[in-house]
């Protein structure tokens, strides 16, 4: 009210108003050319504690039409993570209108749990000029998951600014989780059958309902054999699937790594001794690592199940135990097809086989490399390869000693 009453009493001139009309239609313009593109930002800073207005300099315009056509969000901030820039696709994200964006802090959009992670996007500003990611949720009733990737711009004076990119991954995210449950119910699903079919094959090849002839037998002998690689392959799905879903618990304990083996040996010897492969071991005396036996002892089955399948029959197979002073290794050899050296990374991903002599009679899901170096690096630990083709391989796994 008091103000009211001042501003009655005070008398402009014609050149101040002048002046004030001119200053307005000023600010009007620079508003509205960041509504409509013209320029890249405004950021309107208190006075009060000197602070500034400023825009950045004008974009070129093909990249503004590039930046428009984003599926993805762009933005330019300041280093107190002020936005002074952002394409349309970021205001339809967060449902917001353009220009309440502009000039709003970018935490004001992130879920209060990961204001953490925005900080720390802003603090690398200066440290990380190569660009950072952190994967956030947005603010608001959708919960859109989305990843913020950052980069620092070439500095303008003493105002450091990051560019970010905003990728929303909720759809895919959406959509590997329902995979991700498919899978785990689906392979449940499957082993309980599937193991009800082993129990009662092996009665039949036992004994349990009378002497077999010769035929029948050869024909429950393949069918308990099958259902033997049925049950490896929905073993291997479900391992995946548990990897994948995350929230894989361990439970870390000191084991003396020579038990482990020895256990773990007992049953390949009939599979080795089918094939007529002989097996090695080296074991240096009290090699302890900190690992859940259970999981480090699939893992080394697994090793040496490939080291058997994709050697030749008569081949060699030898298994070392060693340490150094930080860790425990346990290297697997084998005398078999090998590996091509532009194979090598390719195998542990997920579903991958890769062609070799023996691949045409050797069944398998591509999976197990997969799960094996997912849990040996959940331990903390490294599988390392060294393979030729046509002489052989070796899987070492490094783990941490006790
Ligand atoms: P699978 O054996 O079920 O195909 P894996 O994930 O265990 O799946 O192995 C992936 C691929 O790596 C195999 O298809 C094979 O080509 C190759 N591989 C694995 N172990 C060996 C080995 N010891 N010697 C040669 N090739 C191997």
């Given at each position: 009210?008091?103000?009211?009453?001042?501003?009655?009493?005070?008398?402009?001139?014609?050149?101040?108003?002048?002046?004030?009309?001119?200053?307005?239609?000023?600010?009007?313009?620079?508003?509205?050319?960041?509504?409509?593109?013209s320029v890249d930002a405004l950021v309107t800073k208190n006075p009060q504690v000197g602070q500034q207005i400023y825009t950045l300099k004008s974009a070129d315009y093909?990249?503004?039409?590039?930046?428009?056509?984003?599926?993805?969000?762009?933005?330019?901030?300041?280093?107190?993570?002020?936005?002074?820039?952002?394409?349309?696709?970021?205001?339809?994200?967060?449902?917001?209108?353009?220009?309440?964006?502009?000039?709003?802090?970018?935490?004001?959009?992130?879920?209060?749990?990961?204001?953490?992670?925005?900080?720390?996007?802003?603090?690398?500003?200066?440290?990380?000029?190569?660009?950072?990611?952190?994967?956030?949720?947005?603010?608001?009733?959708?919960?859109?998951?989305?990843?913020?990737?950052?980069?620092?711009?070439?500095?303008?004076?003493?105002?450091?600014?990051?560019?970010?990119?905003?990728?929303?991954?909720?759809?895919?995210?959406?959509?590997?989780?329902?995979?991700?449950?498919?899978?785990?119910?689906?392979?449940?699903?499957?082993?309980?059958?599937?193991?009800?079919?082993?129990?009662?094959?092996?009665?039949?090849?036992?004994?349990?309902?009378?002497?077999?002839?010769?035929?029948?037998?050869?024909?429950?002998?393949?069918?308990?054999?099958?259902?033997?690689?049925?049950?490896?392959?929905?073993?291997?799905?479900?391992?995946?699937?548990?990897?994948?879903?995350?929230?894989?618990?361990?439970?870390?304990?000191?084991?003396?790594?020579?038990?482990?083996?020895?256990?773990?040996?007992?049953?390949?010897?009939?599979?080795?001794?089918?094939?007529?492969?002989?097996?090695?071991?080296?074991?240096?005396?009290?090699v302890c690592a900190l690992i859940e036996p259970m999981e480090i002892s699939l893992v080394i089955s697994n090793l040496i199940e490939n080291a058997s399948k994709y050697?030749?029959?008569?081949?060699?197979?030898?298994?070392?135990?060693?340490?150094?002073?930080?860790?425990?290794?346990?290297?697997?050899?084998?005398?078999?097809?090998?590996?091509?050296?532009?194979?090598?990374?390719?195998?542990?991903?997920?579903?991958?086989?890769?062609?070799?002599?023996?691949?045409?009679?050797?069944?398998?899901?591509?999976?197990?490399?997969?799960?094996?170096?997912?849990?040996?690096?959940?331990?903390?630990?490294?599988?390392?390869?060294?393979?030729?083709?046509?002489?052989?391989?070796?899987?070492?796994?490094?783990?941490?000693?006790?």
């Amino acid at each position: 009210m008091k103000m009211t009453a001042n501003r009655a009493k005070r008398e402009y001139t014609e050149a101040e108003i002048a002046d004030l009309e001119a200053r307005l239609q000023e600010a009007e313009d620079t508003l509205d050319a960041i509504r409509d593109g013209s320029v890249d930002a405004l950021v309107t800073k208190n006075p009060q504690v000197g602070q500034q207005i400023y825009t950045l300099k004008s974009a070129d315009y093909t990249y503004r039409v590039l930046i428009e056509s984003m599926s993805q969000g762009a933005l330019t901030i300041s280093e107190e993570g002020i936005i002074l820039y952002s394409n349309e696709q970021f205001s339809r994200m967060t449902a917001t209108p353009l220009e309440h964006v502009i000039g709003q802090k970018i935490a004001a959009f992130v879920d209060p749990d990961d204001a953490r992670l925005v900080a720390e996007i802003l603090q690398q500003r200066s440290a990380n000029v190569n660009g950072s990611e952190r994967t956030v949720r947005l603010k608001g009733p959708h919960q859109k998951e989305v990843i913020f990737s950052a980069r620092k711009l070439p500095s303008n004076g003493d105002n450091a600014f990051i560019c970010l990119v905003v990728t929303d991954i909720t759809e895919r995210k959406r959509a590997e989780t329902a995979k991700d449950e498919f899978i785990a119910l689906a392979s449940h699903q499957l082993r309980t059958p599937a193991t009800g079919v082993k129990q009662y094959i092996g009665m039949l090849l036992e004994g349990y309902a009378g002497t077999l002839t010769e035929s029948q037998r050869t024909f429950a002998q393949t069918a308990f054999d099958s259902n033997e690689r049925q049950l490896a392959i929905i073993n291997s799905i479900l391992k995946t699937a548990q990897i994948d879903f995350g929230g894989y618990q361990l439970k870390i304990i000191k084991k003396n790594l020579a038990d482990l083996v020895s256990e773990s040996l007992k049953a390949f010897e009939p599979i080795v001794a089918m094939r007529n492969q002989t097996i090695t071991c080296e074991f240096e005396p009290k090699v302890c690592a900190l690992i859940e036996p259970m999981e480090i002892s699939l893992v080394i089955s697994n090793l040496i199940e490939n080291a058997s399948k994709y050697s030749s029959v008569g081949g060699k197979i030898s298994i070392k135990i060693y340490k150094d002073p930080k860790h425990a290794y346990v290297a697997i050899t084998d005398n078999g097809v090998g590996i091509h050296e532009e194979d090598q990374a390719k195998i542990f991903e997920k579903f991958t086989r890769v062609n070799n002599a023996l691949s045409d009679t050797v069944s398998g899901s591509g999976l197990g490399l997969y799960w094996v170096k997912k849990i040996v690096e959940l331990h903390g630990g490294e599988i390392i390869l060294t393979s030729e083709l046509d002489s052989g391989s070796t899987f070492i796994i490094k783990l941490r000693s006790c």
